[in-house]
């Protein structure tokens, strides 16, 4: 990044931490009197555009572009929590600014970005047994072969398998979890031959052994279930004080915690869904999105697979909301969304790729709409209409 960019950031951040020299602030001023600046200025102090509108990144982990940025500031003072959580967003959001704003060198950015590869996710997990310890699986990993509760767990990087020996007498049950953090997917089986694919940043709990007379597990995220068929006992899946019930079937629940809506869409067999205010049966190719704030249920005929493409390694969209679309992408690729304009949310496009090809080459498909143009800087995408 130039001198003066920089500069004109670090100054910005200075006056947001009230380190200012009086020669800082008198080449604040003089950069003020230039052009829009005074207007782009506004913009980035405003607190209300920072806390309380969606204006910028509905994603952005304020503590993780802190620790990144921190080598680059001076000591710091004592200051208010409001004034910690604004410099801690502005930080990351200033430097951009100096990059993608401030500057007409078309060059520039692509000095910064050169020698960054921004890539996708891969196979890797988080599995904590019910004694509280950890066992971390990812590609490097050799297999594991461990013993719970009268059940082998067999563990490697493509994926976790529970396999009951039929030994012991089990009196209660033994909760594993299951989490696949930001970039990251996983694949398990369970004790009863349910198969559950993990997409990023979701969590599992579930029972070592099934030994009741019903088989439940808890998610967070987006998990798609095969579950494995058993008359005698019922499959339920508990989500945000909402359950889903099963004999054999397969389905996708996306339930993110940072998402208006959960979303349970059917692709083969039969499910009852439970809300605190109704219930529904839905069969294949039907999806019900609740509401969060109002708890309806809505139902509506989908192209079910297009919703499970993601656990067979593809990204595929069909008139998707541009917001659910980079939602997932930046999870997947761990990367930062900044919206210029907050109405780009609600553009809808279609797309079909593969997860692990290039994040270019998927921005590249949607700018061909000529709807949209994104800027890559690091690890962060700035959202720009063009029409």
Partial sequence: MNTNNEKISNLIIGYLRDELTHRDRQELEEWLKIGDNQRLFGRIIDKQNLIEQSLLNDEFDAAEAWNKMEAHLRPQRKIGWW???????????????????????????????EGYKVKPGEAKAVLTLHDGSTVGIASADTLIDLLKSGTHIKLDSLG??????????????????????????FKLTLEDGTKVWMNAESQLRYPERFVENTREVYVKGEVFFEVAKDTEKSFFVHFNDKRVKVLGTEF??????????????????????????????????????????????????????????????????????????????????QLNIFYQ?????????????????????????LEATNKVKFEIFEDNIAIKSID
């Fill in 341 to 365: 304009n907050a109405n780009m949310k609600n553009k809808r496009f279609s797309l079909y790729t593969m997860r692990y090809d290039s994040i270019e080459e998927m921005l590249e498909i």
């Fill in 160 to 185: 976790a398998n529970y396999t009951s020996s039929n030994t012991g007498h089990i009196e209660k049950l033994r909760y594993n979890t299951m989490v696949t953090p930001r970039g990251s997917e």
């Fill in 83 to 113: 004034l910690f959580y604004a410099a801690a967003v502005l930080v990351p959001l200033v430097l951009f600014f100096s990059v993608y704003i401030l500057s007409d060198d078309a060059g520039l950015q692509g000095e910064y970005v």
């Fill in 252 to 333: 996708n629940v996306r339930c993110y915690e940072d998402e208006s809506s959960d979303v349970i869409t059917l692709v083969e067999g039969c499910i009852a869904l439970d809300s605190k205010r109704e219930s529904v049966i839905l069969s294949p190719d039907q999806q019900a999105v609740i509401g969060l704030n109002d708890k309806k249920i809505a139902i509506s005929n989908v192209d079910a697979k297009l919703f499970a493409a993601w656990k067979d390694g593809k990204f595929v969209y069909n008139n998707t909301p541009l917001e659910t679309i980079m939602k997932d992408l930046s999870r997947w690729y």
